[in-house]
């Protein structure tokens, strides 16, 4: 089943383009977290052998992950989301009113909220309206004496274009907290190039929803405000990573993102790009507005003369699934299950 368009059963009938927001669920990893839920039907929630299999379950995933993003596995975090980890990090360095965050104009409000409530001054660099080229030097230009942590997305959530992770790091010295929600499964990423680095489970992993994780280059450097309590929980002392961990997931979630995570195809990376590339040569020859620059990520901003609100419900008559952003651009997230065929069915019900 590993990297087969077939074990998608939405692909069965719809051009489903919108992993950006949510990804494709496999028939396998929804059959193991049914058998989870089943055994706890069986078995009974509060077993303790219900809970030592949650307990070996988590550390295979944690193992996957590691091994899938390069990373050691005691700097990894299993979390619910990259707005958790964003917040994890955020409460976890005692940012005030003293301190300056560097961010950029083109965030998603998982961010942004979360660097909301920090209490920090937020100085923004303008990359939405820049090609991609110019990004470092706007992020760059932001910075001050003042500024403890730059925050920012690798990949931009409302056009698909990449920032450059490790090259803003290595300039600026300074620590970089990286919102991974559009990169990790979708691009090729170095997760260690930043202090800290989110991963989301449900969009281009194609795992279950409340789902995700944590990269920490130190974790001993964060005091995270809210800690899960190990007596109540069963968890044994913890120490890395694991130390900073608020959601203790249901065996289904963690045992779907676990077969998720297994079933990647090692070529995702290029028939990601492959696709994408013929998504915005496809658009661009219908004539429609294309607003991201090509040779990014895996999603591709475009606009109509179509009412977006329209253009998306038409297209989901005909079962074609994108994605409406906030500013009246429409999205296609192109993954590595699509084909050629789907792109023209995107096409065709937008003209």
């Known amino acids: 089943m590993i990297g087969r368009r077939d074990s998608f ?9 919108n992993a950006g927001s949510v990804g494709p669920l496999s028939s396998r990893t929804a059959d193991v977290m049914a058998d989870w839920e089943r055994r706890s039907l069986e078995v009974g929630r509060g077993a303790h052998g219900a809970f030592a299999a949650r307990m070996e379950l988590r550390e295979q995933l944690r193992q996957r992950l590691a091994l899938s993003l390069e990373a050691p596995v005691e700097n990894l975090a299993l979390t619910g989301s990259t707005t958790e980890g964003c917040h994890i ?9 003293e301190d300056e965050v560097v961010t950029t104009d083109a965030e998603h409000f998982g961010l942004v909220g979360t660097l909301g409530s920090s209490g920090a001054a937020i100085r923004v660099g303008a990359v939405a309206d820049r090609p991609p080229a ?60 930043a202090d800290y680095y989110t991963v989301s489970g449900q969009k281009w992993l194609c795992g279950p929803e409340l789902t995700g994780a944590l990269y920490v280059a130190d974790p001993d450097r964060l005091r ?13 002392e913890r120490t890395g990573g694991a130390r900073l ?15 998720a995570v297994e079933d990647l ?26 607003l991201s620059e090509a040779d990014q990520a895996t999603l591709v901003a475009f606009t109509t003369d179509e009412s977006p609100d329209l253009a998306v419900e038409g297209c989901e008559e005909v079962g074609v699934v994108i994605r409406r952003l906030p500013n009246g651009w429409l999205r296609a997230s192109c993954g590595w299950w699509n084909t050629p065929e789907d792109i023209d069915r995107l096409v065709a019900a937008l003209s």
Not at 89 to 97: K, N, R, T, W
């Open 245 to 259: 961990e608020m959601l203790f997931h249901p065996g289904s979630l963690a045992a779907g993102f676990l077969a």
């Open 89 to 97: 990090v955020i409460s976890g360095l005692g940012l005030g009113p």
């Open 9 to 17: 059963p939405v692909l069965e009938r719809v051009a489903y383009l």
């Open 134 to 193: 110019e990004a470092l030097e706007a992020v760059l230009e932001a910075v001050t004496p003042h500024t403890r942590l730059i925050a920012l997305s690798h990949v931009l959530w409302l056009n698909g274009h990449v920032m450059p992770v490790a090259e803003i790091k290595r300039q600026s010295g300074l620590p970089v907290l990286v919102d991974g929600a559009q990169s990790v499964g979708a691009i090729p990423v170095d997760v260690t190039a």
């Open 265 to 290: 195809p090692a070529d995702r990376f290029e028939r990601g790009a492959e696709i994408t590339r013929y998504c915005r040569e496809a658009l661009a020859a219908a004539g429609i507005r294309v």
């Open 224 to 236: 995270p405000r809210l800690v899960i309590d190990a007596a109540a929980t069963g968890i044994p």
